[in-house]
């Protein structure tokens, strides 16, 4: 498999503080997707970062990218309620995406 | 705003039984995938298909399963005769161009009985 680990498996925060979460990849690749997923249903892209790109933001995200280390670190600031998902982070190669098991996150009120 | 659409939700078949899921991925986009998730376990690649090829298809995706476009709309996941192990969500994605943004569908959750 292409895909390492993310973690951690679970994530549980207070509304208002900062989410991280982590994820190890196996092979070279082309960029890295991370994706968000609400109650089994479907994947929504979240942002992608290319293999030469160190960090990206995107609104209340921002995600880093370690090739040396071959790791991804995504995190969410000032987290709402309605961040509660599974996150999975997925390196894209070979014409595919290979994800990671995600990490459930659960933000309260 | 376009998204891809899948058909139907749910399907339940019996083991044996052939099933045809059905996609419409987005209109301008010129790569498509099969992905399934197996209830609690990480979403895992099936295959991808440009130009009325397979681009690159991974172990599970073997002599039982085949994809098709048989219009210029509509991308075809086949299962010649399901398993109880084939049971699953089942997602159609398209992308523009291979390794961009990706956009998924619903999901079809399939069950084998």
């Known amino acids: 498999s292409q895909q390492g680990e993310e973690d951690p498996q679970a994530l549980s925060i207070q509304e208002g503080e900062n989410a991280t979460m982590n994820c190890s990849y196996k092979?070279?690749?082309?960029?890295l997707q991370w994706y968000r997923q609400n109650s089994g249903r479907g994947l929504v892209h979240l942002i992608l970062?290319?293999?030469?790109?160190r960090e990206k933001h995107s609104g209340r995200l921002r995600v880093t990218l370690d090739t040396s280390k071959k790791s991804s670190s995504l995190l969410i600031t000032a987290s709402r309620a309605a961040d509660t998902a599974s996150y999975f982070c997925?390196?894209?190669?070979?014409?595919?995406?290979?994800f990671g098991a995600g990490t459930t996150v659960t933000v309260r009120a | 705003e376009p998204e891809v659409t899948q058909t139907p939700s749910h399907q339940v078949t019996q083991m044996g039984q052939e099933v045809i899921l059905r996609c419409v991925p987005i209109?301008?986009?010129?790569?498509f995938y099969w992905y399934r998730q197996i209830l609690g376990q990480k979403v895992e690649f099936l295959v991808s298909?440009?130009?009325?090829?397979?681009?690159?298809k991974s172990e599970i995706f073997d002599d039982q399963f085949s994809v098709e476009r048989p219009d210029g709309s509509n991308f075809t996941l086949k299962i010649r005769s399901t398993k109880l192990e084939d049971s699953a969500m089942y997602f159609c994605?398209?992308?523009?161009?291979?390794?961009?943004?990706?956009?998924f569908g619903q999901g079809t959750r399939l069950t084998v009985v």
């Open positions: 970062i290319r293999s030469n790109e």
């Open positions: 997925a390196s894209y190669n070979d014409y595919k995406l290979s």
């Open positions: 209109s301008n986009h010129l790569y």
């Open positions: 994605a398209s992308s523009l161009p291979t390794g961009s943004e990706a956009f």
């Open positions: 092979t070279s690749i082309n960029n």
């Open positions: 298909f440009y130009n009325n090829e397979i681009s690159e």
